[in-house]
Protein backbone atom coordinates (compact mmCIF):
# COMPACT_ATOMS: atom_id res chain seq x y z
CA UNK A 1 0.00 0.00 0.00
CA UNK A 2 1.59 3.32 -1.02
CA UNK A 3 0.57 6.34 1.07
CA UNK A 4 1.48 9.47 0.42
CA UNK A 5 0.57 12.65 2.77
CA UNK A 6 0.80 15.94 1.71
CA UNK A 7 1.68 19.05 3.75
CA UNK A 8 3.01 22.90 3.88
CA UNK A 9 0.14 24.67 1.63
CA UNK A 10 -1.19 28.04 2.75
CA UNK A 11 -1.53 31.48 1.82
CA UNK A 12 1.19 33.50 0.97
CA UNK A 13 1.96 36.79 -0.55
CA UNK A 14 3.73 37.44 -4.36
CA UNK A 15 6.93 36.78 -4.13
CA UNK A 16 7.31 35.17 -1.12
CA UNK A 17 7.66 31.44 -0.88
CA UNK A 18 6.46 27.90 0.38
CA UNK A 19 7.20 24.34 1.23
CA UNK A 20 5.73 21.67 0.49
CA UNK A 21 6.12 18.29 1.89
CA UNK A 22 4.89 14.70 0.93
CA UNK A 23 5.63 11.96 3.50
CA UNK A 24 5.97 8.29 2.26
CA UNK A 25 7.85 5.21 2.91
CA UNK A 26 11.48 3.98 2.40
CA UNK A 27 10.11 1.47 0.11
CA UNK A 28 8.15 4.07 -2.03
CA UNK A 29 10.82 6.28 -2.66
CA UNK A 30 12.97 4.12 -3.66
CA UNK A 31 11.00 2.36 -5.96
CA UNK A 32 9.42 5.27 -7.36
CA UNK A 33 9.73 8.53 -9.64
CA UNK A 34 8.05 10.76 -7.49
CA UNK A 35 5.85 13.89 -9.05
CA UNK A 36 4.53 17.05 -7.83
CA UNK A 37 1.00 18.15 -9.55
CA UNK A 38 -1.00 21.33 -9.21
CA UNK A 39 -4.85 21.84 -10.36
CA UNK A 40 -7.21 24.76 -11.16
CA UNK A 41 -10.75 24.33 -10.30
CA UNK A 42 -11.91 23.98 -14.36
CA UNK A 43 -8.44 23.15 -15.59
CA UNK A 44 -6.33 19.79 -15.77
CA UNK A 45 -3.97 18.93 -13.49
CA UNK A 46 -0.82 19.81 -14.60
CA UNK A 47 2.65 17.90 -14.41
CA UNK A 48 5.15 20.64 -11.98
CA UNK A 49 8.25 18.73 -11.35
CA UNK A 50 9.86 15.22 -10.59
CA UNK A 51 12.23 13.42 -9.53
CA UNK A 52 14.08 9.84 -10.63
CA UNK A 53 13.96 6.84 -8.30
CA UNK A 54 17.73 7.56 -8.11
CA UNK A 55 17.35 10.95 -7.21
CA UNK A 56 19.99 12.13 -9.91
CA UNK A 57 17.65 13.51 -12.43
CA UNK A 58 15.36 16.19 -11.85
CA UNK A 59 12.28 17.58 -14.46
CA UNK A 60 10.59 20.98 -14.24
CA UNK A 61 7.77 22.56 -16.17
CA UNK A 62 8.83 25.55 -18.15
CA UNK A 63 6.75 28.08 -15.71
CA UNK A 64 8.61 26.84 -12.68
CA UNK A 65 11.57 26.03 -13.75
CA UNK A 66 14.16 28.68 -11.70
CA UNK A 67 11.76 29.18 -8.89
CA UNK A 68 10.83 25.46 -7.14
CA UNK A 69 12.89 22.82 -6.20
CA UNK A 70 12.30 19.47 -5.91
CA UNK A 71 14.18 17.33 -3.37
CA UNK A 72 13.87 14.24 -1.10
CA UNK A 73 15.29 13.22 2.32
CA UNK A 74 15.91 9.20 2.61
CA UNK A 75 16.13 9.48 6.38
CA UNK A 76 12.65 11.44 6.49
CA UNK A 77 11.04 9.40 3.99
CA UNK A 78 9.44 12.67 2.50
CA UNK A 79 10.28 14.59 -0.77
CA UNK A 80 9.81 18.41 -0.93
CA UNK A 81 9.07 20.93 -3.18
CA UNK A 82 10.58 24.44 -2.17
CA UNK A 83 8.49 27.38 -4.21
CA UNK A 84 10.00 30.89 -3.88
CA UNK A 85 9.09 33.95 -5.95
CA UNK A 86 5.61 32.60 -5.42
CA UNK A 87 3.21 34.63 -8.24
CA UNK A 88 -0.48 34.60 -7.83
CA UNK A 89 -0.94 31.91 -10.93
CA UNK A 90 0.93 29.47 -9.32
CA UNK A 91 -2.34 28.96 -6.32
CA UNK A 92 -3.81 25.64 -7.45
CA UNK A 93 -4.17 22.51 -5.38
CA UNK A 94 -0.98 20.47 -5.10
CA UNK A 95 -0.55 16.91 -5.49
CA UNK A 96 2.60 14.51 -4.76
CA UNK A 97 2.12 11.23 -7.12
CA UNK A 98 4.30 8.40 -7.54
CA UNK A 99 5.25 6.67 -10.80
CA UNK A 100 6.29 3.18 -10.17
CA UNK A 101 9.98 1.93 -11.49
CA UNK A 102 9.21 0.44 -15.12
CA UNK A 103 6.13 1.70 -14.96
CA UNK A 104 3.93 3.69 -17.71
CA UNK A 105 2.23 6.51 -15.29
CA UNK A 106 1.81 7.98 -12.22
CA UNK A 107 -0.38 5.67 -10.19
CA UNK A 108 -0.45 6.50 -6.80
CA UNK A 109 -1.39 10.04 -4.96
CA UNK A 110 -2.04 12.44 -2.58
CA UNK A 111 -4.99 14.14 -0.90
CA UNK A 112 -3.54 17.55 -2.56
CA UNK A 113 -2.58 20.83 -0.42
CA UNK A 114 -3.61 23.81 -1.54
CA UNK A 115 -1.02 26.85 -1.84
CA UNK A 116 -3.28 30.17 -3.00
CA UNK A 117 -0.84 33.41 -3.52
CA UNK A 118 -2.34 36.50 -3.21
CA UNK A 119 -1.43 39.70 -5.60
Known amino acids: QVQLVESGGGLVQAGGSLRLSCATSARTLSRNTMGWFRQVPGKEREFVAS????????NYAASVKGRFTISRDYAKNTVYLQMNSLKPEDTAVYYC????????????WGQGTQVSVSS
Open 97 to 108: AAHPLGGTRYDY
Open 51 to 58: IHWSGTDT
